[in-house]
């Protein structure tokens, strides 16, 4: 007796548990249906963020697990000074802002000094790899570095005195990165980082969200927030249709590099 799509796809799901590679003809034996009933229930789960869809199957999706900063930074993809150069711009006179720690978020560092008239800002950050990229601007600047418990894989600190600090100041802007956003939310494979990028949108009147095209219908670990939470994405790509057209919906904005030219909301921006 067959079972129905929702039963077959949580069976796909259980059996990526064991196995880290499925194939559409193995599962499609194993259902008692045709291989292009597998391929939609595999790209189904993959629009949802839970597996990675690969050439004649897929694979389980690591929810719990990624490289280290220094390892993400040397396989980043182009897009990443992009998005640095589009966030710097977005940084003004006077502006107190906080930077979470990441490997797309760290490039909002460099771009900050080509801002001529966004002087004499204030910085808060628990990622030293940010204050490292600042180089000179970081002595015009006003830079304050959050306490907490050092993680060298992120080249940041996290913990309760890197929350409770951040939580005696008020900002402008938040910058933060993550690690998979899709229409459920965005989501972080590191616990400790999620409370940090939580406590600075708390304190922030606008939350941007800096995040590389790979991480467009992608869900990880622990969900940060909703999508609502967020002013806007700053990105390289604009998000799929489907991602596009929410985000549009809910009021968040996109700010996207197209053919090396700012788009806002996916119309070129002159």
């Given at each position: 007796m067959r079972i129905g799509k929702k039963e077959r796809q949580k069976r796909i799901l259980q059996e990526l548990q064991i196995?880290?590679?499925?194939?559409?003809?193995?599962?499609?034996?194993?259902?008692?249906?045709?291989?292009?009933?597998i391929r939609r229930d595999l790209d189904a789960l993959s629009d949802d963020g839970l597996i990675k869809r690969e050439f004649g199957g897929a694979s389980a999706q690591p929810m719990g697990h990624q490289p280290d900063l220094a390892q993400r930074q040397m396989t980043a993809v182009a897009g990443f000074e992009r998005i640095g150069i589009m966030a710097g711009n977005m940084i003004r006179p006077g502006d107190v802002i906080?930077?979470?720690?990441?490997?797309?978020?760290?490039?909002?560092?460099?771009?900050?000094?080509?801002?001529?008239?966004?002087?004499?800002?204030?910085?808060?950050?628990?990622?030293?790899?940010?204050?490292?990229?600042?180089?000179?601007?970081?002595?015009?600047?006003?830079?304050i570095m959050c306490p907490g418990q050092f993680d060298p894989r992120e080249n940041a600190v996290y913990g309760n005195d890197t929350i409770e600090f951040l939580r005696r100041f008020h900002a402008n802007k938040a910058f933060i990165g993550a690690s998979g956003v899709a229409w459920q939310g965005f989501s972080d494979v590191n616990r400790r980082a999620v409370a940090v990028k939580r406590?600075?949108?708390?304190?922030?009147?606008?939350?941007?969200?800096?995040?590389?095209?790979?991480?467009?219908?992608?869900?990880?670990?622990?969900?940060?927030?909703p999508l609502e939470a967020?002013?806007?994405?700053?990105?390289?790509?604009?998000?799929?249709?489907?991602?596009?057209?929410?985000?549009?919906?809910?009021?968040?904005?996109?700010?996207?590099?197209?053919?090396?030219?700012?788009?806002?909301?996916?119309?070129?921006?002159?």
């Open positions: 196995h880290p590679h499925v194939r559409v003809a193995t599962l499609a034996e194993r259902f008692d249906v045709a291989t292009e009933t906080m930077i979470d720690a990441g490997s797309t978020v760290s490039q909002l560092a460099p771009y900050m000094a080509q801002n001529p008239g966004a002087l004499r800002r204030t910085v808060l950050t628990n990622c030293y790899a940010v204050v490292h990229g600042m180089g000179e601007q970081a002595v015009i600047d006003d830079v406590a600075m949108m708390e304190r922030s009147d606008e939350t941007w969200l800096m995040v590389d095209h790979t991480k467009f219908d992608q869900r990880y670990l622990e969900n940060i927030a967020l002013t806007g994405v700053i990105t390289d790509r604009l998000p799929p249709e489907k991602l596009l057209s929410h985000l549009d919906r809910i009021g968040v904005q996109i700010v996207a590099w197209q053919d090396n030219v700012s788009a806002d909301h996916g119309a070129i921006a002159g």
